[in-house]
Structures are given as structure tokens and as C-alpha cells.
């Protein structure tokens, strides 16, 4: 009887494995593989093996590490900002107020639309000319004359991160929403009861108790935010100022049709982002453990 | 908490208690504000022309002109088709695929089921870059270049994941009791997920095919690489490519007015569905 589960699950599954397999596992080993030879995309049957010959290539290359630094400063404030909002945003739509459902499906909108969409909207609401934000600020006394938020390239990281935390900080308030939820509301009645104030409600009963929602929303966030493509790609065109990890990569494989190079540096976001992965997961095993 | 409060009857009590009500609407108000008004300015500049367009009023001054020299765009209304082909179709075979897995994943007792969830979850994080190089050799003896089938296949790598992870979860949400019943009386497991289970996973399956759709009506990396040619474009990349005659041109009206047209379809599925959305979205979170 249990022989023949397996087997029926098994069979269940194949498609899926099949699929991933050509998907997934078979074009990362091919990636991989690639890294070590010497291929052009224009012919990739030709070429023969260069040993670490990529590798060093790619960490030779100041744009790389350019790339790299951008990626993780993205990610680190990026995923912060949306945190923080996302949590005090989580905490005020869990309370009870008319129109609730409402509220929480249209802060999905800014998830739900085409991050080239999101990209082009605040492009033309932060243009230096004709641009909304640049009007008000002047009119409210802040600047002389607009700036250039998309064009200058001291600031364009900053707008990238502006733009990103608007787009996913709904995506966090979900994932907090559904761990403050978890939460039985007799312990705040006992605790109210008892005269525990409000803010030692929040830091003390709270946060200990949505940190693992908290966690995996985080944990989900950066490894989204490490490989971030299209939000740069599309507002910072060529910039190397917001250029990201993934854009490089695809750059040299595509761009400039060197597949042994290109594979080389998509290897290394590979290994950079497992490596930051396996590095989140333990943190949160650690902190289960000890709580 | 209000059944607590109730016992407090002076009247400090009370007006703190509205202050708060007060001080709760203006935060919703503010946060609603934030997401929302970029988009209210993305149609109200959508309906604008060239003089209009760089006056700051906050009403829409209902000139479609943008919007009727967009659907006369062929580019830009078969980019339309193609994405909307290209989502479905990638939509569709990812649902049932992931249905039958899910139902192995979520009911079937044996070894590996939870060795081959956190493999399924590691694929869906994992960057989408890393897999270019081996995806393009694939597509390319596949003979899918340049073709919306190019598209449709990688797409599996995207979505199917996610539905996975999200209809496993589903499943293991359904009482046991009816399937238990089946199976007592006869009926083959694929018989039992045709027929007792999936008239059952109705909201289920259209809101994990929506956002499955999303996820594919979004995308942008790939449907940048595999396709080359204007007339095989999908959306996302027709509106990031959609350039004036000259920089000083930037047809701003024409693109915001793209933007409201394939979101607005969405957006309003997006709200009807919500409850269910928000289910799928949390589901792997939470129980994970």
C-alpha cells in the first residue's frame, strides 16, 4: 500500500521534475560549464577549455565589483526602508477600521503592475522639467529649480531605491499582515488588563512574536533585491552608477556576445547570492533556537 | 480589545479613544495616498496632451488622443496579443503541471516530498541571470529564437515554483474526510483530484492562475533576450522601449497612457480576487 503511494506520487511529480529539469537544472549546469571555456554566443559549439581564465577576468573588472557594490547597497537600504515601513504599515491595517479589505487590495497595486510601468511612472513624475515632485518641491520652497533625479548620476541609486521601496514595501506589509494575524489577541487583553503601556506591548509581545513573519519577508526580499534587473535596466539605462549584478552579467553575455565571460560572472552572482542565502537561513535557525 | 475598553467609561477614556480613531484614518489615508496617487497621476497625465500635459492640474482633462494613437500603434497592439498569448499559455500548463504535483506534494505520503519542496522554493529565489547562458542554448536547439514559445518555456522557470509552493498549500487545507471516502469506494487518486478535489479548488486555481499570469504578464529579463524582433515583443519591454523622435520629444502622454492600458485590466482582477491573493501570497510565508 505504501510502495504504491510512492510510486502514484512519483508519477504525480514527473511532469514537474521534467519541466524543471529543462528550466532550471539543466541551463544552470550549462552555465556553469560554460564558465570554463572559451565560447562566443555568436557559434557556441566552437570553443575549447580555459581553466579559471573567466573568473579572474570578471574579478579583474572594476565594473563588476562596481556592480557588486551597487547591488548590496540597493539591497541593504532597500530591503531596511521596506521593512521598517512595511512593518508600521502592517501594524496600522491590523487594527480595525471600516473599509479594511479595501485598503489592503489597493496597497497591492503598486505590486501588481509591470515594474517597467512603475519605472516610466516615476520617471515622468520625477523628470526635471515637467515633473510633479520637482513642481511641488519648488513650490513649497525646498529647491530653486528642479533636478534631474533619473539623469544625474550621484543620485540615480538613491532614486532606484526610492522607486523600489514604493513597488515591494506592499509585498512586506502582506507577509508582516499575515504573522500579526497569527497572533492571538487574548495575550494584548491580558496584557492591557495588567497596565503593560502600549509601547512595551509593541516591543515585547509584538516583535518577538512577528519576528519569524518578519523574517522569511526579509529573507524573500534580499534575495529578490540581489538580483534586480529591470527597475535599473530601465531607468538607469547604461549607467554604471546603478548598474546591478544581474545587468553586468547580462551585458557581457549578450551585449557583448561572450558567453565564457558572461557565464563567469553569472556563476559568481550565483555563488555571491547562495552564499548571502545560506547566510540569512542561519541567522533565522540561530535566533529560532535560542528564543 | 474593544470588548475590554468597553468596562472604561469616563470620558478622558473616550476622547482619547476618538483622537486615536482620529490619528488611525489619517495613517490609512496617508499610506493610501502613497501607493496609490502615482498611479492617479499616470492616468490623469494619460488623458492629457501637449500643452495640458505640463500644467500640474489634479483632474483628468479627457482628451484620448494619447490612447487612440496608441491603439492605432501596430507595435505596441501586438505586443498586446503576444503577451497576452504568451501569459496564458504559460499560465495554463503551469497550473496543470503544478496541480498534479501539488497533489503528490500535499496528500501523498512519502520520503522526499519535503526535500523536493525547499528544492522547489530554492528555484523559484534563485536569480534569474544564473540561468541565462544554458536557457539560450536550450531555446536555441529547441528552435523557439525569437518566437513566443521562447518565451512561454522559460516562463516555466518563473511560474511554476510559485504555483507549485502555493496550490501544495491549498491541498493540504482541504478536509481529508471526502477523499478518504473516495478512495474507500475505488476511485484512482487522478480520478479523485479530477473529481473530488478540483471543484473544490475553484477561487483557489483562479487566483494562483492570476497571479501565475502576472507573473508572466511582468516579466522583463527574459522577454528581452529571446526575442529580437518589434513584432514578437511583449509588453513590458515595448513600454520600456517606446521612444520619442528626439530626446526633447519623450511622448510621456503616450507612454503613461501604455502604462494605464495594460494595468488597468489587471489591477481591477487584482481587486477582485483579493482575499484569495492574499491567501496564496502568505500561504508559503506563514506555514514555511
Known amino acids: 500500500m505504501r510502495n504504491r503511494e510512492t510510486r502514484t506520487a512519483w508519477l504525480f511529480l514527473l511532469p514537474l521534475l521534467v519541466a524543471l529539469a529543462a528550466v532550471a537544472v539543466w541551463p544552470l549546469v550549462r552555465n556553469v560549464y560554460f564558465s570554463f571555456t572559451n565560447a562566443f554566443l555568436d557559434n557556441p559549439s566552437e570553443y575549447s577549455f580555459v581553466g579559471l581564465q573567466n573568473f579572474i577576468t570578471v574579478m579583474e573588472d572594476p565594473v563588476f565589483w562596481g556592480a557588486v557594490t551597487n547591488t548590496m547597497i540597493f539591497t541593504l537600504i532597500s530591503v531596511s526602508f521596506?521593512?521598517?515601513?512595511?512593518?508600521?504599515?502592517?501594524?496600522?491595517?491590523?487594527?480595525?477600521?471600516?473599509?479594511?479589505?479595501?485598503?489592503?487590495?489597493?496597497?497591492?497595486?503598486?505590486?501588481?503592475?509591470?515594474?517597467?510601468?512603475?519605472?516610466?511612472?516615476?520617471?515622468?513624475?520625477?523628470?526635471?522639467?515637467?515633473?510633479?515632485?520637482?513642481?511641488?518641491?519648488?513650490?513649497?520652497?525646498?529647491?530653486?529649480?528642479?533636478?534631474?533625479?533619473?539623469?544625474?548620476?550621484?543620485?540615480?541609486?538613491?532614486?532606484?531605491?526610492?522607486?523600489?521601496?514604493?513597488?515591494?514595501?506592499?509585498?512586506?506589509?502582506?507577509?508582516?499582515?499575515?504573522?500579526?494575524q497569527l497572533i492571538p489577541e487574548e495575550i494584548y487583553e491580558a496584557a492591557e488588563v495588567s497596565g503593560v503601556p502600549a509601547w512595551k506591548r509593541l516591543w515585547s509581545i509584538t516583535l518577538p512574536l512577528a519576528a519569524p513573519a518578519i523574517g522569511v519577508a526579509v529573507l524573500f526580499r534580499t534575495l529578490d533585491a540581489l538580483r534586480m534587473f529591470d527597475l535599473s535596466y530601465v531607468i538607469a539605462a547604461n549607467n554604471e552608477k546603478a548598474m546591478t549584478m544581474s545587468i553586468y552579467a547580462r551585458d557581457q553575455l549578450i551585449g557583448f556576445q561572450d558567453l565564457g565571460v558572461g557565464s563567469a560572472a553569472s556563476t559568481w552572482v550565483f555563488l555571491i547570492v547562495g552564499l548571502i542565502a545560506i547566510l540569512i537561513v542561519s541567522l533565522l535557525r540561530l535566533d529560532r533556537s535560542t528564543a | 480589545m474593544t470588548q475590554t475598553s468597553d468596562r472604561y467609561s469616563n470620558r478622558t477614556y473616550r476622547r482619547l479613544k476618538a483622537l486615536k480613531r482620529i490619528g488611525l484614518y489619517a495613517g490609512v489615508t496617508l499610506v493610501l495616498i502613497y501607493m496609490l496617487f502615482p498611479y492617479y497621476w499616470a492616468i490623469i497625465s494619460s488623458t492629457k496632451t501637449r500643452e495640458s500635459l505640463y500644467s500640474f492640474s489634479l483632474v483628468p482633462s479627457l482628451d484620448f488622443s494619447n490612447y487612440i494613437s496608441l491603439f492605432n500603434n501596430p507595435i505596441f497592439m501586438g505586443a498586446i496579443v503576444n503577451s497576452a498569448i504568451i501569459a496564458i499559455s504559460s499560465s495554463v500548463l503551469s497550473l496543470v503541471i503544478s496541480l498534479l504535483a501539488a497533489y503528490a506534494l500535499g496528500r501523498l505520503h512519502f520520503k522526499l516530498s519535503r526535500i523536493i519542496l525547499i528544492c522547489v522554493l530554492m528555484i523559484s529565489v534563485f536569480p534569474q541571470v544564473v540561468v541565462l547562458s544554458g536557457m539560450f542554448e536550450v531555446i536555441g536547439w529547441l528552435g523557439f529564437y525569437n518566437r513566443p514559445a521562447a518565451l512561454i518555456f522559460s516562463y516555466l522557470l518563473l511560474i511554476l515554483p510559485f504555483t507549485t509552493w502555493v496550490l501544495t498549500s491549498f491541498i493540504r487545507d482541504l478536509p481529508v474526510e471526502l477523499e478518504e471516502a473516495a478512495l474507500i469506494d475505488g476511485c484512482s487518486r487522478m480520478r479523485i483530484l479530477t473529481h473530488v478535489l478540483l471543484p473544490l479548488m475553484g477561487p483557489a486555481i483562479a487566483s494562483t492562475g492570476l497571479l501565475a499570469f502576472i507573473l508572466a504578464w511582468n516579466e522583463f529579463l527574459f522577454a528581452l533576450t529571446f526575442i529580437l524582433t518589434d513584432e514578437n515583443r511583449t509588453v513590458p519591454v515595448a513600454i520600456g522601449l517606446l521612444t520619442g523622435s528626439s530626446r526633447y520629444e519623450y511622448p510621456f502622454g503616450q507612454i503613461m497612457a501604455a502604462s494605464v492600458t495594460v494595468t488597468l485590466p489587471l489591477l481591477i482582477l487584482v481587486l477582485i480576487f483579493q482575499r484569495k491573493i492574499v491567501a496564496g501570497l502568505t500561504s508559503g510565508a506563514v506555514k514555511g
Open chain 1, 82 to 180: 521596506e521593512t521598517v515601513l512595511g512593518f508600521g504599515i502592517a501594524l496600522l491595517l491590523h487594527r480595525a477600521f471600516a473599509g479594511r479589505g479595501l485598503v489592503r487590495a489597493a496597497i497591492l497595486v503598486p505590486w501588481a503592475m509591470p515594474m517597467v510601468v512603475s519605472a516610466k511612472i516615476w520617471e515622468w513624475m520625477l523628470n526635471d522639467q515637467f515633473g510633479l515632485i520637482n513642481k511641488a518641491l519648488i513650490w513649497l520652497g525646498f529647491l530653486d529649480k528642479g533636478i534631474a533625479w533619473t539623469a544625474d548620476s550621484s543620485l540615480i541609486l538613491g532614486t532606484v531605491i526610492f522607486i523600489d521601496i514604493w513597488v515591494t514595501t506592499p509585498f512586506m506589509v502582506l507577509l508582516i499582515l499575515a504573522g500579526l
